[in-house]
């Protein structure tokens, strides 16, 4: 069997020319552009290559964009009051808070201060909350992406074993609970579960998002299995790999998304059109 390839690349295309016009339409009625704030304490080159092309995917659809970037040595109470002024500011739609901080920064405080209306990351409580609970908010962008590439090629879900392995709050569990909010049946694995290959061999649906290139290979997945790959792993050569070794699991699987060409592009169009969604409920 040879798998189908989700082209994360195409629909990322076909979402941006949407929500290109979508925002031209907003920015028609309200006067003034979506905005999204990213809030970055200096100092790790990663980052800052990430939110040039957070600017970028901004420029290409109308939506204006602020850095704060603030210094390396910024004190917990800086980070959370440029936070909070960005909150209360009616000018500021969505808040993006670059993570990782540095190890002597508290994630947790500073995220308690993103208004969850401005939630465009689904990084509060209060969005996983809701989440949890099935009403509306804003989600998380990986896993949202992931949902929209599985919609998109009309894989059906209700009634499948889905098996994510991963358990972190911004990609496996929110993963788990959007397939088990579209009636999969949802088992979630993670660094302690034993006998992965067999967990995963159950499912008709296998979602990695690990970190850890090659976990997965094609003779742990069940004939036909729909496989979402999150996994971003580099290479010593620089190249870019997933969570699932490609050539052999797409002998065995129904469908696959590469890496890179994947999941990747869909996330940012995920936080876009989240910064669009947060800006028409303001
Ligand atoms: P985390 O490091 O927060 O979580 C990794 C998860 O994998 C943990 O739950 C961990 O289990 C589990 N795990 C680790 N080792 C194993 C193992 N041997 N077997 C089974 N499970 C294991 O990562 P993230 O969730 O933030 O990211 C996951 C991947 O997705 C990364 O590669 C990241 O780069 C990528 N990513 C991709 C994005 C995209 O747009 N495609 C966006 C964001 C992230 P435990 O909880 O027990 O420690």
Redesign the pocket.
């Known amino acids: 069997m040879t798998a189908t390839i989700l082209e994360g690349r195409a629909l990322a295309k076909l979402l941006r020319e949407e929500l290109r016009s979508a925002i031209y339409d907003f920015r028609q009625a309200r006067g003034a552009a979506p905005t999204l704030a990213v809030v970055q304490v200096d100092g790790d080159p990663a980052s800052d290559s990430y939110v040039r092309s957070i600017g970028r995917a901004c420029e290409g659809v109308g939506i204006a964009f602020a850095l704060h970037t603030l210094p390396a040595d910024s004190s917990q109470a800086t980070l959370e009051r440029t936070i909070g002024a960005l909150s209360a500011d009616a000018g500021v739609h969505g808040i993006l808070l670059q993570l990782p901080l540095p190890a002597r920064l508290d994630p947790t405080g500073a995220i308690a201060q993103i208004d969850a209306r401005k939630d465009v990351d689904g990084v509060t409580p209060t969005s996983a909350g809701r989440l949890a609970q099935g009403l509306p908010c804003l989600l998380p962008n990986?896993p949202a992406?992931g949902m929209e590439l599985l919609r998109h090629y009309r894989i059906s879900l209700a009634g499948k074993r889905a098996v994510v392995?991963?358990?972190?709050n911004?990609?496996?569990k929110p993963m788990a609970l959007l397939l088990l909010h579209e009636h999969a049946t949802v088992t979630i694995?993670?660094?302690?579960?034993p006998d992965?290959a067999a967990v995963v061999r159950e499912a008709d649906i296998v979602v990695a998002?690990?970190?850890?290139a090659g976990?997965i290979s094609g003779d742990m997945l069940k004939p036909g299995a729909v496989v979402i790959d999150?996994?971003?792993?580099v290479q010593n050569d620089g190249s870019m790999v997933g969570?699932v070794e490609f050539a052999s699991a797409a002998e065995v699987a129904g469908a696959i998304t590469p890496v890179p060409g994947g999941?990747?592009p869909v996330?940012n169009m995920m936080l876009l059109r989240n910064v669009l969604r947060a800006a028409a409920d303001s």
Do not use: K, Y
């Open positions: 990986t992406g392995v991963g358990r972190s911004i990609v496996g694995a993670h660094s302690r579960t992965l998002a690990v970190g850890r976990l999150f996994g971003i792993n969570d999941t990747g996330t």
